[in-house]
């Protein structure tokens, strides 16, 4: 297939974000707003790559790029096509590094490109199998969630080391995603809930991360009953104990009091925080567009909405 594509798109986790690193459940939904087209046609003698943030031969990508080489290499190797030069274009509208998963985002669609290129089936397990070794070069010690949501379209709740369980999403209600336009630092974010651990505020702090837990399992319940109040209540509760926990920061306090003050029924930081975007719910489409404008006035560099219901979205 000499003009081959693949696709993917972004996704947003919910609830759960930190505490799901020691255990705890977390909901993460996949955000079709934004997205990654990958289109790949032959080339003459290397590998060439055009990207937004990269134009040039793959083998002398740099090393920031790796985990793109990797997920090409990767791709490649299983199929034992690893000397066909090709020409790929990757085209994403996923804002980077501001937790809505556009690293996996970006491997999931050059493997599907890859696979489709040479006519090859991709069933899941491999696609993640595939993806979860780039995702490795990108964050080290990934939990496979951003793979599963930016490849498939389901809302998932997901307990480390337990299967990801997917679930029907039945809430009459929109999310509106503001982005801070701040790099998120969810490593830092990561490392400062563990040096916590290890200070006078241990007890308060894993009293905190068994509540945001506790938050998560009710947010999948008000989901799946479609009670969005209850949801918008819980996810204000998570927003202040991960403030709290010192995972926000001003700019994400600043947009999350934004959308309460302009009507959201909750609102919160979304991935790993210290920057990166916050998330928003709102009873109304018409609610949605004032909170997402009252965003915007606020700071924020971008907003999406998405409805909820998966009965009526695509
Ligand atoms: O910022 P993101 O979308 O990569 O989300 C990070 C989620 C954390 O729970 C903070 C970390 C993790 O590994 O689960």
Redesign the pocket.
């Known amino acids: 297939n000499t003009n081959a594509k693949g696709l993917s798109h972004g996704k947003i986790?919910l609830m759960g974000?930190?505490a799901?690193?020691y255990g705890e459940p977390?909901i993460a939904l996949p955000f079709p707003a934004v997205e990654v087209a990958v289109t790949i046609a032959p080339a003459e003698d290397a590998t060439i790559i055009d990207c937004s943030y990269y134009s040039g031969i793959a083998a002398e990508m740099p090393e920031i790029l790796q985990s793109l080489q990797t997920a090409i290499n990767t791709a490649l190797k299983s199929l034992n096509k690893e000397n066909t030069p090709l020409a790929i274009q990757i085209s994403s509208t996923i804002p980077p590094e501001r937790?809505?998963?556009s690293s996996a985002a970006v491997s999931v669609a050059v493997t599907r490109a890859i696979y489709n290129y040479f006519n090859e089936e991709l069933d899941y397990d491999r696609l993640l199998e595939l993806v979860d070794v780039s995702e490795k070069v990108a964050?080290g010690n990934p939990?496979g969630?951003?793979a599963v949501t930016t490849s498939g379209d389901s809302p998932v709740f997901f307990r480390k080391g337990h299967p990801f369980v997917p679930f029907d999403l039945r809430l009459d209600g929109y999310l509106i995603v503001g982005d801070t336009g701040i790099t998120?630092q969810?490593k830092a974010?990561?490392g400062s809930i563990a040096a916590r651990l290890k200070t006078e505020k241990k007890v308060q702090t894993e009293k905190e991360i068994r509540l945001l837990g506790d938050l998560a399992e009710q947010a999948k319940q008000y989901l799946e009953t479609n009670q969005p109040e209850r949801l918008g209540t819980v996810m204000s509760q998570a927003h202040n104990l991960l403030a709290e926990l010192g995972v926000s920061s001003d700019e994400l306090n600043h947009l999350v009091g934004a959308a309460k003050q302009a009507g959201a029924l909750g609102a919160k930081l979304t991935?790993?925080?210290r920057g990166?975007c916050m998330i928003a719910l709102a009873a109304s489409e018409q609610e949605a567009q004032t909170i997402s404008q009252a965003l915007q006035d606020a700071g924020a560099v971008k907003t999406w909405i998405t409805y909820l219901n998966q009965a009526v979205t695509v």
């Open positions: 986790i974000e930190h799901v690193v977390s937790g809505m998963g964050h939990s969630l951003d998120g969810t974010a990561v991935g790993g925080g990166g």
